[in-house]
């Protein structure tokens, strides 16, 4: 069986790739006529951040599992 650790993890890992899609849609949508938009992404902070939520909510949901 999975730990809450493991499936916080997976979780953490699936999920950067629609943040990081959803930072760059904000940028895009708040300047449309930019040619040329930076958005800044910081994998590691958006991973622990993303990660905590998850393992949050997974103790919560599946207390057994710590």
Avoid: C, G, W
């Amino acid at each position: 069986m999975l730990s809450n650790e493991k499936r916080a993890h997976d979780l953490a890992i699936v999920m950067l790739n629609t943040v990081m899609k959803a930072k760059i849609s904000e940028k895009v949508n708040s300047n449309p006529s930019s040619t040329n938009i930076e958005v800044p992404f910081d994998y590691y902070a958006e991973y622990k951040n993303l990660y905590q939520v998850a393992l949050e909510a997974f103790n919560h949901d599946f207390p057994l599992d710590k």
